[in-house]
């Protein structure tokens, strides 16, 4: 449970679903006094730390007009569904303005999907980020292949990965990033990788 408000943007009228791998996707609608009515999407993996949307923002459409008259439908097709063919793929549905008009709304679906979420065996990849002392919690962990999370309030990370070798970093804010390469993940096991970054100039 958690609020997404990353700007502030108006969102609303939103539909998610869970994948396979227990990963979720999050469609919904934005505008405000610079942003056309328009479609986005956001989502979290299954081993993010609870309440947030840690994979940013993407747009499916970008509105080009506005809504010049009073009626007060929207969002009457919003709907997102996990394709059975895969259980990977998140299908969403939802309406958008191309134009200026009276009520010109158009439907737009479209489709992505998490690289975490796969039918080859996969492993855990956990760790500690601190600056060797103390804990950082929101720091960002990027491995191979565009798989992402954020630490939780405790600097705790955990990714799950198809069986293989990685590449990864540990960031923050305000810190040097730190990667370590070649580490191997099997199939079914834990691997633990923790990660000490030093302050950064600012």
Known sequence: ????????????????????????????????TTTYPSIRYT???????PGLMTQGEASL????????????????????????LDGCTFWYTQEYIAVTGNAPWRTRVGSFKFPSCTSLPTGTLTGLVSDGVTPIPGATITATGDYATLT??????TLVLPAGVYDVTASMYGYLP?????????????TKQ?????????
């Not at 730190?178 to 834990?190: M, R």
């Not at 000490?196 to 100039?201: F, Y």
């Open 194 to 202: 923790d990660f000490v970054l030093k302050p950064g100039t600012t």
């Open 43 to 49: 989502g979290r993996l299954a081993a993010d730390p």
């Open 152 to 157: 939780d309030a405790n600097g705790m990370y």
């Open 178 to 190: 730190s990667t370590v390469s070649g580490i191997s993940i099997a199939a079914d096991t834990v």
């Open 1 to 32: 449970e958690g609020v997404y408000t990353p700007d502030e943007e108006n969102r609303w009228m939103a539909s998610l679903a869970m994948d396979d791998s227990g990963n979720i996707g999050l469609g919904y609608s934005v505008s405000s």
């Open 61 to 84: 459409i970008a509105g080009g007009g506005s809504q010049l008259s009073t009626a007060s439908r929207w969002g009457d097709y919003s709907m997102m569904a996990v394709d059975p």
